[in-house]
């Protein structure tokens, strides 16, 4: 059962443009979302983060929205650059002291047209 | 700060033969993890530790082994490697606190063949 799911493999874009990454879940229980950023030979690094309490996070030209209703968040990249070509992993986690794990779907490779 | 290392970068085994990889952290982070990243999966999780001796199974622990004896280190095991273990294996930590997001620090990965 995959409680995270990115259904788009791939995405392209044009420079300068808005770049939609999107990804759904299942498990109610979540209460903090993540997105990873990852180029080719590297691990995952942290990008943005949003509380299930908020439903939009931004930082320069990232922002997550969250819509919890229907189980799914976005994350939205204006404008979009060459440097942003990479994998995108959306992650989830259940607050369970003890057993703080990260949930990640199967990821959407971005790449930004010059 | 190094951040988080692993060793090493890459591994051919044979069929049945052992291994340990090495994870090390200079942040002095309580949990560890270890994932394996195959193609059209994701990152998937094997085990972790949430602190200096203690282990939990993931979502995919069989075939792996590990120990967590130094807070720093966490090592994965291969006691008898299979094809199917052929992945990039990824090492990460963390340091939950009330109000954080969970974020983990990952490592560069290992590429693990097994022929």
């Known amino acids: 059962d995959q409680q995270v799911k990115q259904n788009s493999p791939s995405l392209s874009v044009q420079e300068g443009r808005i770049s939609i990454l999107n990804c759904d879940y299942t498990n109610s229980m979540f209460d903090y979302f993540l997105w990873y950023k990852k180029y080719p030979a590297e691990g995952p690094t942290f990008l943005i983060s949003i509380s299930s309490i908020k439903d939009k996070n931004e930082d320069g030209r990232f922002t997550v929205f969250l819509n919890k209703s229907a189980k799914h968040l976005s994350l939205h990249i204006v404008p979009s650059q060459p440097g942003d070509s990479a994998v995108y992993f959306c992650a989830a986690s259940a607050r369970i002291f003890g057993n703080e794990k990260l949930t990640f779907g199967t990821g959407t490779r971005l790449t930004i047209i010059p | 700060n190094a951040g988080v290392t692993q060793t090493p970068k890459f591994r051919v085994l044979k069929t049945g033969q052992s291994m340990t990889l090495l994870c090390a952290q200079d942040m002095n982070h309580e949990y560890m993890y270890w994932y394996r990243q195959d193609p059209g999966m994701g990152l998937r999780l094997i085990h972790y530790?949430?602190?200096?001796?203690?282990?939990a199974k993931g979502e995919v622990p069989d075939g792996y082994n590990v120990s967590r004896l130094k807070k720093q280190n966490f090592l994965l095991g291969l006691e008898s490697a299979a094809p199917s273990q052929t992945s990039v294996y990824f090492c990460a930590s963390s340091f939950p606190r009330v109000g954080s997001s969970y974020e983990q620090y990952f490592g560069p990965g290992t590429r693990l063949t097994v022929t």
């Open positions: 530790s949430v602190g200096e001796g203690t282990t």
